[in-house]
């Protein structure tokens, strides 16, 4: 048990790869409708993502590991949905361009932060950002109406919740 939290973190980004694959060569592997294929690989891990947080606040069962290393998968996650998507012509490349801008920014602030022994914790922006990029890829993968306006919004509260971090560290130094 103390080390399922890191065990998932190690499955989000081995699921985040094969999602890639299957958006970018699930036909020319014989895959029949790679997109539902990848609305479940993209489901799976971010259910992992929900229960290695749980797990490890709950039991206590945090490291330095998942430290880092949660946080990452996270982002490989996003990162290989909305490339996927874009490169499919199924996102707009200018919004995800705009969110992924923000996730290295606020990732390289982080390490800025921490490296300066200071603690800016994440405020309920960042999970409310992180369902609705969620939600807005699970729209796109199936191909529902109002992806594309769940993805502006994705942006839009993705951008807000950067500045509030930027902002909150920023006050923090002073």
Same mark, same amino acid.
């Not at 996102?91 to 800016?120: D, Y």
């Given at each position: 048990m103390k080390n399922l939290?890191?065990?998932l973190t190690i499955s989000r980004i081995i699921l985040s790869i094969l999602l890639l694959a !299957?958006? +970018?060569h699930g036909q020319n592997i014989g895959v029949d409708k790679p997109f539902r294929y990848a609305f479940f690989i993209f489901l799976l891990a971010s259910i992992t993502d929900f229960f290695d947080g749980y797990l490890a606040r709950r039991f206590h069962?945090?490291?330095?590991f998942g430290e880092v290393f949660d946080p990452l998968a996270d982002k490989m996650l996003i990162l290989s949905?909305? !490339?996927? +998507?874009m490169l499919v012509d199924m996102a707009n490349p200018w919004l995800v361009f705009i969110i992924l801008s923000r996730e290295f920014f606020i990732t390289g602030l982080r390490v800025v932060v921490a490296s300066s022994n200071q603690s800016v914790k994440a405020s309920i922006l960042g999970k409310y950002k992180t369902v609705l990029q969620i939600v807005?890829?699970?729209?796109?993968f199936l191909q529902l109406k109002g992806g594309d306006i769940l993805l502006w919004l994705a942006m839009i509260v993705t951008l807000y919740s950067g500045f509030d971090y930027a902002?909150?560290?920023?006050?923090?130094?002073?």
């Amino acid at each position: 048990m103390k080390n399922l939290p890191n065990i998932l973190t190690i499955s989000r980004i081995i699921l985040s790869i094969l999602l890639l694959a !299957i958006l +970018l060569h699930g036909q020319n592997i014989g895959v029949d409708k790679p997109f539902r294929y990848a609305f479940f690989i993209f489901l799976l891990a971010s259910i992992t993502d929900f229960f290695d947080g749980y797990l490890a606040r709950r039991f206590h069962l945090t490291s330095i590991f998942g430290e880092v290393f949660d946080p990452l998968a996270d982002k490989m996650l996003i990162l290989s949905a909305f !490339i996927g +998507l874009m490169l499919v012509d199924m996102a707009n490349p200018w919004l995800v361009f705009i969110i992924l801008s923000r996730e290295f920014f606020i990732t390289g602030l982080r390490v800025v932060v921490a490296s300066s022994n200071q603690s800016v914790k994440a405020s309920i922006l960042g999970k409310y950002k992180t369902v609705l990029q969620i939600v807005a890829i699970c729209f796109l993968f199936l191909q529902l109406k109002g992806g594309d306006i769940l993805l502006w919004l994705a942006m839009i509260v993705t951008l807000y919740s950067g500045f509030d971090y930027a902002w909150r560290y920023y006050r923090g130094i002073k």
